[in-house]
């Protein structure tokens, strides 16, 4: 059963999936010839490429994702969340899967920053339950997690072109305007994105930390919890395939924790950082 499931899930459509996962490949190195040419991206075109072409699934993810969860509400009404067959579930999770075979394949044709050993777990551990759920296995709760949390991942793509992929540093200070001894500060892929959009960086990196917690922390958990129990009702049929759903979940919800943690101490380092910075505004004006 788990050779059936893993060459030929029951869901897969092989033309949807391989049109997306080849489409996406082949429109990143287009979009580098493209940033190869502007001022902006010249630099790394191919990161930029990256991050660009990652708005495709992403968008279209959440867009599905929400419109499902808040479109039929018979969807939420039926009887067995762990086997039951849920419309345009399959063409939402396919995307989801060729989106983190894109996303492998890119970390290892491009390297650093984007080859490090937490996103190619968190790649291959996304995919994989991806894939292991087209055989039928709680496809309702794509919905949320191949679809509805994706949202937080488009202000994310503005903060990785400006800034550093270093979820301790997602909500530091924009960066100084660059000098001539200094055209590219340490850590930033292409900080004139920043200099030249400060508010939409602002509005980024809060929208990305209030979302991340709200989604991928405070909504993620329940979710998580209900998913465990609705899975453990198929392990009696498929107990390999179950514990390796299981696993690569638990994988998953690890890293949102480690993630949401330090989105968490970001906020407060900023709330504390503002908070010393208006005593001694205030300290000062005192003295004058």
């Given amino acids: 059963m788990l050779l059936s499931a893993l060459l030929y899930p029951e869901h897969l459509n092989p033309t949807f999936f391989f049109c997306w996962t080849l ?35 992403v968008v279209t993810l959440s867009w599905l994702g929400f419109r499902m969860l808040l479109g039929d509400p018979s969807v939420h009404e ?6 039951a067959f849920v419309e345009h579930t399959p063409e939402l999770i396919m995307i989801q899967a060729a989106y983190q075979v894109f996303g492998t394949v890119a970390a290892v044709l491009i390297g650093p920053p984007l080859r ?8 291959v551990a996304t995919g994989l339950t ?26 994310l793509t503005f903060m990785d072109l400006c800034g550093c992929r270093h979820p301790a540093r ?19 892929y292409f900080p004139v994105l920043e200099q030249r959009y400060p508010g939409v960086s602002t509005a980024a990196r809060l929208s990305f930390a209030l979302g991340f917690i709200a989604l991928r ?29 299981a696993t690569t979940t638990v994988i998953i919800t690890g890293l949102q924790m480690f993630w949401g943690y330090k989105v ?13 910075s208006g005593v001694r505004d205030s300290a000062g004006s005192k003295r004058e």
Avoid at 39 to 48: C, D, E, G, I, Y
Avoid at 170 to 188: D, I, K
């Fill in 217 to 245: 922390v405070l909504g993620w958990l329940p979710a998580f919890v209900l998913y465990l129990r609705d899975l453990r009702d198929l392990a009696p049929d498929e107990p390999l395939v179950v514990g390796i759903m």
């Fill in 130 to 155: 991806a894939w292991l759920s087209l055989q039928g296995h709680c496809m309702y709760y794509a919905i949320y997690f191949a679809g509805v949390v994706e949202l937080t991942n488009i202000p």
């Fill in 116 to 123: 490090t050993t937490t996103m190619i777990a968190h790649h």
């Fill in 78 to 83: 039926i009887p067995s969340r762990s086997s």
């Fill in 170 to 188: 997602l909500l530091r200070a924009p960066c100084e305007r660059s000098t001539p001894q200094l055209r590219n500060p340490p850590g930033r």
């Fill in 264 to 276: 968490v101490r970001g906020l407060v380092d900023v709330i504390l950082g503002g908070m010393r």
């Fill in 23 to 57: 489409g996406l490949l082949a429109l990143m190195p287009l979009v580098a010839v493209v940033c190869k040419r502007s001022r902006t991206f010249a630099s790394q075109p191919m990161v930029a490429a990256y991050d660009l072409t990652t708005l495709i699934p």
